[in-house]
C-alpha cells in the first residue's frame, strides 16, 4: 500500500478513517462495561470482526471503542504501509550510515524522509484538551474477566520521567480502578516507568505521572514497542506517523502531555506506598496473582470535547495484542541484526504470550555461535524475560512452530543443544516458578551443527546413540497402556509427543491462592509421573518413532489446535522445575543430558486460573 498521506493525529481521525474503509462497527445498543463489552469484542475479533464503537455504554456517556488495531489490515491503514517493509527501510537506512557515504544516506533517507524529519516533538499551546468534572466512575472502564479484582484501564498510556536525568519513557502497564481518583499501577520488571518509580522511590520523592487513554494509533504502537532504554516513544510516534508528536504542560503537573489524546489523567505516585492490585486475566491466557504495586493519584483528568475512550482485551490467545506486538516486532526486529550480524530473523511467538517462546533464525559462521546468540539475544531489554529461544539455521522459518521442529527434529541432540539458565528474571506475569519476577529459562540448539562438538566424550555419544535408537524401536502402542491417565496424544512433525493428562490440578482446587501465599507445590506431579514413565528407558521403546520431545498437557488444551498447543505448553511450564530427560548425570557441575526430553506442561497448584468468557 503506498503511503497518500500522514497517519491520523487522533483518535477520532482514524475510527473515521477506519469507518471509510468498512472497517468500523458502530453499535448503538446499551451495553453493560461489565464483561458485556469484552465479551462482544472477544468475538468479534476472533471472527475477523471490524473495529468496534459502542456508543451506548450503561453508567456512561462517553462512547467506547476497541478493536481498533485488531488485524493486518488496521495496522496498515494506521502506519500508511506495510510493518514489514517499513522494518526493512529502517534497516537498510541504518545499515548505510555505517560507515556514512553522502549518496547511500540519500538513497536510503528518501523513503523515509517523511518519517525521519518528523520524529521530533512540538509544544502547542492551544489544544481541545480542556479540565474535566468527570471522575474516573464516569467512563466505561472494562471488567473484561469474571475474576477480575475490578475495573481495570487497559490502554493507558503512562508517561514519566527520569528524575535523575530527565529523560522520557511511555509504557503501557494496566491500572486497576481503586476510587473515583485513584488507581493501581501496574510497573511489572524491565519496564521504564518502574524504572523511573525505583529513582524517585530511592530520593524519597513522588513522581508525576500523566495517563493518556484514547490516542492516535502510531503513538499507541510507539507506547508498546520494545524501544532501547533512551530511545523516546514520542518522537518514535512522529517517525510512524509521518508528523511530529504535539504536546503541552499539565494543568496540575509539570510535564508535558499529549496534546491531542481524548483524556488525560494527571496525578502522582508517592514514595513507599502500596495496594494489593488484581488479579487480572492478562496475555498469558491466565489471571496474574494479585499483588502489591504503588497508587496513582489523581490530581486532575482532561479530556476533549466528544471524547472517547479506548480499551482493549488481552487473555488466552489471540486477542488485539497479536496485531500489536506482531507490527512492532516487525518494524523493529531487523534492527537485531545490528548487534547481532549473524542473526537473520527474531520471532516472539504471540501464541505463547510473546516472551515464553523466541525463535531466532541465524547463519552460524563458527561451531556453537548460535548458543552464544541465544544467550545474547534472550538477556537483552525486553527479550530479557524470554522463558524459551530456539535458535534454528537459515532457510528455516522461524516464525513458524512445525517448521522449528522440523529443524529440532534433523538437528537437535540434548547432549550438546540444551541450556537451563537457573535464576533469572522472568517476566512478573510468569507464574510457573511459584516467585515473582524470578525463573529459569532453556535454550535450545537446532542449528545444522558445523563441527562435532566433543563435550559429552566418547561414552556420551555412544549412550545417546544406544537411546535414541530404541526410540519407536517396538510398534508404537495406545499410550494409555503406558499410563491411563493420558486420554488422548499427538504427534507432531514426528517429533514431538503430545499427551493430554487427566487428574492434573483442577480450578477448583486452585481457588484463593496467591503468590505470596507460603504453597509448596508438590514434588511430584501427575503430569511429571507420566512424563518421567514415557522417557524412562523402559519405556521410549514404545512411543512413536523418532520422537525427541515429550510433553504433558493438561485437558483443557486442544491438541486439534497448534495456536492453543503451543499457548498450553509455554505458558505452563518451568525450566528448572518441569524438564527431564531419559538420563541426566552430572559431571563436575555440569549436567549432562540424554536420550528424549520431556516437559511437564500441566497445570500445577498455586497456577492461576486461565481466562474463560462467561
Known sequence: MARKQKGSRTLKEFLLLLEREGELRRIPEMVDPKLEAAAIAVRSMREGGPALLFENIRGSSV???????????????AIGEDAGELGHQLLTFVEQLMPPKPYSILRGVKPLFNRLVSARIKQKRSTELSPSEQTLSSLPILKTWPDD????????????????????????????????????????????????????????????????????PCFLLATIAPLPEGID?????????????????????????????????????????????????????HYSHAGMFPIFEISAIQSRRDSIFAATVVGKPPMEDKWLGDATQLILGPLARLTHPE?????????????????????????????????SIATDGQLSLTKCAIVVSEGVDNRNFRSILRAIKENFDPRYDVTILQNVPLDTLDF??????????????????????ASGGAYGARRNSELLAHVGEREAKDLREIDSRITSWKVFEDVLLVV?????????????IHLESAIVPPTKTVGREVIERLVSSEKIQQLPKGIKIVTAVSEDVNLMSDMEVVWGIFTRFDAARDVCFTETSLVGVTALYEGVMGIDATWKFGYPNPCELP
Open 432 to 453: 510457573t516458578s511459584y516467585t515473582m519476577n524470578l525463573g529459569s529459562k532453556i535454550l535450545l540448539d537446532g542449528t545444522r551443527k558445523l563441527s562435532t562438538t
Open 149 to 216: 479484582g475490578g475495573k481495570f484501564i487497559t490502554l493507558p498510556q503512562v508517561i514519566t520521567y527520569d528524575p535523575s536525568t530527565g529523560k522520557r519513557n511511555v509504557g503501557m502497564y494496566r491500572m486497576h480502578v481503586f476510587g473515583p481518583m485513584e488507581t493501581g499501577m501496574h510497573w511489572q520488571i524491565q519496564k521504564g516507568g518502574g524504572f523511573h518509580y525505583n529513582v524517585a522511590e530511592s530520593l524519597n520523592r513522588p513522581l508525576e505521572v500523566a495517563v493518556a487513554v484514547g490516542t492516535d
Open 500 to 512: 493430554r493428562v487427566a487428574g492434573a490440578f483442577t480450578a477448583s482446587e486452585n481457588a484463593a
Open 343 to 375: 542473526v537473520a530473523d527474531v520471532w516472539a511467538f504471540y501464541e505463547a504470550g510473546f516472551h515464553n517462546l523466541l525463535g531466532v533464525r541465524t547463519n552460524q559462521r563458527y561451531g556453537k555461535e548460535s548458543m552464544k546468540t541465544a544467550l
Open 233 to 285: 516513544e514520542m518522537a518514535f510516534a512522529g517517525f510512524l506517523r509521518g508528523s511530529p508528536m504535539r504536546v503541552r504542560k499539565g494543568s496540575t503537573i509539570s510535564i508535558d502531555i499529549p496534546a491531542e489524546a481524548e483524556f488525560v489523567l494527571e496525578g502522582k505516585v508517592r514514595p513507599h506506598k502500596r495496594r494489593i492490585e488484581g488479579p487480572f486475566g492478562d496475555h498469558f491466557g
Open 63 to 77: 462512547p467506547l471503542a476497541m478493536n481498533i488495531l485488531a488485524s493486518d489490515r488496521r495496522v496498515e491503514l
